[in-house]
């Protein structure tokens, strides 16, 4: 159990700073397009999401999921779904969510990374409560076909209690 925290922080850690190191340097490389004389583009002021965090929501979110039977693993079929870019506040909501929570569910973490300090700090959380941690995606049966993060879907899923979903 405390291998596995271990490796999410450093997961979290990892996945972050490489996926936010090539946004960084891809922002500041010429397009491909470009002729080799052209000078360096830079990222608009109002910088849309890059392609490492499209397709996930601007900030952790967690809820709780419910699906087919052995859905989260043998006998298992209701996890917490923690989903998104870690935040400087993620391990705050993490620690609210989980003290909320009675029953000992498996945690599905869905993210591009994001904050580091915040990372480590829900990994020492995970296993200080010896919490089972994984990695992958929950898709919520009440969101439209592809749109996991739209503003209606986001609504869904941090609304409160249990979502149908599948992983």
Not at 40 to 55: K, N, R, V
Request: aromatic share 4%; net charge positive.
């Amino acid at each position: 159990m405390i291998i596995r925290a271990i490796c999410l922080a450093a997961l979290l850690l990892v996945h972050g700073l490489v996926v936010n190191g090539a946004a960084r340097a891809a922002a500041h490389s010429p397009p491909a397009h470009a002729p080799a004389h052209a000078p360096p583009t830079h990222a608009p002021a109002h910088a849309e999401p890059s392609p490492a965090t499209a397709g996930f929501a601007p900030k952790l979110i967690i809820y709780l999921a419910k699906g087919a039977a052995n859905a989260c693993g043998p006998g298992c079929d209701h996890w917490i779904a923690v989903e998104g870019t870690v935040d400087r506040a993620a391990a705050t909501r993490i620690e609210r969510f989980l003290r909320a929570v009675k029953d000992n569910r498996p945690i599905y973490f869905h993210s591009p990374g994001g904050s580091v300090e915040p990372a480590y700090v829900i990994g020492r959380l995970l296993r200080s409560r010896k919490v089972i941690a994984r990695v992958g995606r929950t898709i919520v049966a009440a969101c439209a076909a592809g749109s996991q993060v739209d503003d209606a879907c986001l609504k869904i899923k941090t609304a409160g209690g249990e979502v149908e979903a599948e992983l």
